[in-house]
């Protein structure tokens, strides 16, 4: 099966603290993950990818994301939230076989709220 | 580079009728996705295009179709609304040298009433 967990659908952070979003995936092979975000009534932008090598990638906007193989997780992290970073963060795989092959299989999203 | 651009980025339609959504990729790209996005079922994949020739496709009801022109602009269609298609559509390119990559476009915001 290949699939996309995001156990938080919300979280509320102050502004200046760390921020982590959990993802976990379902995947037979080594995977191609994707973070993404979503700011109200906008498309998405890529924030960060993982396809092989390093484990800590780095990506826009000062957020990294770690691949854990042995957990089946891609947290995304970021050491000190701004209030702009306020939006929904979703976490992807992309498709290996069947209809969505080569294709984005997403989370359901956290949303992100910031408090001054 | 623009980047994709989808029209109209609103639109209202009533339950049994039809409706065609048009997405430009980024330049240079030939690679066209659609995907739609609900509150209760999320980002979904509907189809991908490539070439002009439907490439794959997700689990939706063959209302949901699509075509792609040989400048790479792609259109979905939408027969027979029904009220739980008001979604967001999203359409997503990517080029061929970093092919793994998907850029978004803002969507289109389906209203069915």
């Known amino acids: 099966a290949q699939s996309v967990t995001q156990p938080d659908i919300h979280i509320t952070v102050s502004e200046g603290a760390s921020l982590e979003l959990r993802c976990n995936y379902s995947?037979?092979?080594?995977?191609?993950l994707f973070w993404y975000v979503q700011s109200p009534g906008q498309g998405l932008q890529l924030l960060l990818k993982?396809?092989?090598?390093?484990?800590l990638v780095q990506g826009i906007k000062g957020f990294e994301a770690e691949f854990k193989r042995s957990q089946s997780s891609f947290n995304l992290r970021k050491p000190s939230v701004h209030w702009s970073d306020a939006a929904e963060y979703f976490c992807?795989?992309?498709?290996?076989?069947?209809?969505?092959?080569?294709?984005?299989?997403f989370g359901k999203g956290t949303k992100l709220s910031v408090k001054p | 580079k623009a980047g994709v651009t989808q029209t109209p980025r609103y639109l209202i339609k009533t339950r049994g009728q039809q409706v065609t959504l048009s997405c430009s990729p980024i330049?240079?790209?030939?690679?066209v996705s659609w995907y739609q996005q609900t509150p209760g079922q999320g980002l979904q994949f509907l189809f991908e295009?490539?070439?002009?020739?439907?490439?794959n496709k997700g689990n939706f009801p063959g209302r949901f179709s699509g075509r792609q022109f040989s400048n790479s602009r792609s259109e979905m269609n939408v027969s027979t609304l029904e009220l739980g298609d008001s979604a967001l559509y999203l359409c997503?390119?990517?080029?061929?040298?970093?092919?793994?990559?998907?850029?978004f476009g803002p969507g289109t915001r389906l209203t069915v009433t």
């Open positions: 330049s240079g790209h030939r690679s």
């Open positions: 995947y037979g092979a080594t995977p191609y």
């Open positions: 295009y490539f070439s002009e020739t439907q490439r």
């Open positions: 993982y396809f092989s090598g390093d484990t």
């Open positions: 992807a795989l992309r498709g290996g076989y069947g209809g969505s092959q080569g294709n984005l299989i």
């Open positions: 997503a390119s990517r080029s061929p040298d970093r092919a793994y990559e998907q850029y």
